[in-house]
């Protein structure tokens, strides 16, 4: 069974930084993409960073480029997302997901990416 669970998450104040996991089982690990992706309150999903746990290569939003780190540890079927520098906008669930390799194409279009994990949220407050 393909699983994908979020831990991580919590209420930080902002300037803070958080870390978040995403671990992986059921599933050739090294052959996918993870991605994180949030979901604000009244607002649709939109992607935030992806990793390809091949070759490492990774892509982030504009959004958050410079301030969240994305990072993959084969060993561990594990996917981190740090976050530095939080804001009260990074407020929302976040969640992870697969995805097949390549990354092409638009690499944060949430409809490329499957098997979701249940979320983690992340409170920022100001």
């Known amino acids: 069974e393909v699983q994908l669970v979020e831990s991580g998450g919590g209420l930080v104040q902002a300037g803070g930084s958080l870390r978040l996991s995403c671990a992986a089982s059921g599933f050739t690990f090294g052959n996918y993409a993870i991605g994180w992706f949030r979901q604000a309150p009244g607002k649709e999903r939109e992607g935030v960073a992806c990793?390809?746990?091949?070759?490492?290569?990774?892509f982030y939003a504009n959004s958050v480029k410079g301030r969240f780190t994305i990072t993959t540890d084969v060993a561990k079927n594990t996917v981190y997302l740090q976050m530095n520098s939080l804001k009260p906008e990074d407020t929302a669930v976040y969640y992870c997901?697969?995805?097949?390799?390549?990354?092409?194409?638009?690499?944060?279009?949430?409809?490329?990416?499957?098997?979701w994990g249940q979320g983690t949220q992340v409170t920022v407050s100001s």
């Open positions: 997901a697969r995805r097949n390799l390549p990354l092409l194409g638009i690499i944060l279009h949430q409809k490329d990416y499957y098997d």
């Open positions: 990793i390809s746990n091949n070759d490492g290569e990774t």
